[in-house]
């Protein structure tokens, strides 16, 4: 194993291959500082105002971002022919910079907007997205031409469509194209799509036969108590629609309800098929005993090639450890499908329970030759150690020359470095699209040297090498790290994996849901934690700082293994998902914690779990040299818990 020592000299080696490979000369602090003021220039219609900084700039990888700030400033404020000249001309010489691609949106909306409508046409790609096919329609219709099939298919959807539509709907219902079939069809997909508020919208221009199907369709979406009254003409996908909403509010009424329903709305097989499958699916989310019943009730022939619904089969069958019964569901996966490793492993696991105990070594053998969650698991059966197959990226000074050579890198580098993250992870795109798997290897290697440890992961992954363990599991920030280890009585490869799982060791990232820094903590969660720790609120921005980050997510941490007894596999599920779930999902009595697992209901925080648990077995090696087997951290899952309850966060 590397561990600290070859991590070190794992940077120092890189660094030497990239000067030999022709690394140009870094950009001066100095011009870095340039860079940004002439940036904000430019930003604000004044880059004529620091010509000697651009001037200084002219070599600086960075300097063609300064001409496309300063042309989306022109095309914003004043925008003119000569504007659009300088535009286009701007795309064409630079068709991989980032800047320049982005400067398209803004010129073909500056373009409708004046009027210009043989240029929109011959500057709109096909497979644009909606604003842009609707921008090109405006523009045929503008210059005489009648595209109308092309403008019902956009209007054709059950989602409220953008602005640059309106003129295009508008000149539709002109036309009379809009009929009233054609907007009741529109109804029925909102309706399908849960856009309530769409339908009723459309419904107030339907005549009043429509409107009143439109009606009903709503009723039973919106109430779906009301199926058990639904009369025999309601339409079967909105039925379908509104059963599985009322199964997943009350599933065993949905369940009661099936049967008459489906005789009196004469739904068609694949209709049937599709409510079968729901109950049979939340019977076994949820845990229940009639999960398998449900699933021996679908059609065979449809759910052989129903990847999901046989997963959750197998899992009801796992959870209720009817081993045989998972021998022959996992004997009904397509053979690349039954390949999973997963699969592979409860096989193995169903053989051993029902005595074929030959059969269960061969496959835990083969299994346990893997660097993964269930790999470990295998080995653990056998009582081997673990194959970690650690396997750095072969050097290749001249693919690493010519990487080197490429303008995208240089850019890339620049804005990471100015901390420009968005920026700089478009040109990265850029850098390494079209690479083969060698270059990208290669690549990776880059990005680890420059500390830039996301991209390093997601490249080398792009590439198919999953054996460098230096590059796929780096160990930054350590004192942050053993700090909050010893404060909270935690292994620091505990917090390695979750910071690797929940981030992959990006301090500025940001959930969409708001979730903030390496440790992924919402600013409400971080304010709580503060507090007991006896800290004052940390402003969110502060999330981005892993000196704060990292000892607040540590003790969050903490917290959930004190609720759930220092059970990792709950405190770790927990930190996903959040406490009120986990308690939700505890079994009626003592199980393995690989059942539970496999049984997680969200396949988010099932794969978050094996991969947390999977990712800590390589940082205790890289860590300690040693590793604590997977089952002796995985300790069983009980019904109740002390704390399991407990709503501090």
Known sequence: MYGYLGYFMRLFVLSVLLLLAGTAAAATDAQRSEFIDALKAAQHGQLAQVAGEVADLRNYPLYDYLTAADLRYQLQHSADADTDNRVSAFIAAHPDLPPARRLRGPWLASLAKRGRWQDVIEHTRPGENTTSQCRLLHARIALGQSPVQQALAVYDVGHSQPDSCDPVFDWLQSRGA??????LERARKAVLAGQFGLARYLARSLPPAAADHTAQWLNVAETPAQLADA????????AVYAFKRLALRDLDTAAQLLKPLVARLGLSNAQRYQMRRYVALLYAQNHQPQALLWFARINP??????????GWEIRAAIYQQRWPLVVDAI???PPDVAHDEEWRYWLARALAATGHKAQARSLYAALAQKRSYHGYLAADALGEKYSLNEQPVPDDPTIMAQLQARPALARARELHQLGMV????????????????????????????WQWYSRA????AKAGY????????????TGDVDNAAAANNLDPAYIFAIIRTESLFQPDAHSPVGARGLMQLMPGTAAHVARAM????????????????????????????????????????????????IAQWLPASDMPADIWIANIPYNETRSYVQRAMSHMTVFESRLQESVVPLDTRLNAIKPTYPDDTDTTY
Do not use: C, F
């Open 534 to 581: 006896g800290q004052s609120r940390p402003a969110a921005s502060r999330l981005s700082d892993p000196s704060v980050n990292i000892p607040l997510g540590s003790h969050y941490l903490r917290q959930m293994l004190n609720d759930w007894n220092n059970n990792l596999v709950l405190a770790t599920a927990s930190y996903n998902a959040g406490p009120h779930k």
């Open 301 to 310: 022939e449809r759910i052989a090639g129903d990847e999901h619904a046989l």
């Open 457 to 460: 992961i997601i490249t080398l």
């Open 422 to 449: 968005y920026a700089a992870n478009r040109e990265w795109r850029v850098l390494i699209h079209g690479l083969d798997e060698s270059a990208l290897a290669q690549a990776a290697r880059i990005a680890y040297q």
């Open 331 to 333: 004997h009904q996966l």
């Open 466 to 477: 999953w054996d460098d363990l230096d590059i796929r599991y780096p160990t930054p920030y």
């Open 178 to 183: 809009l009929s009233s079939q054609v907007m």
């Open 231 to 238: 009369s025999p003409g309601l339409d079967g996908e909105v």
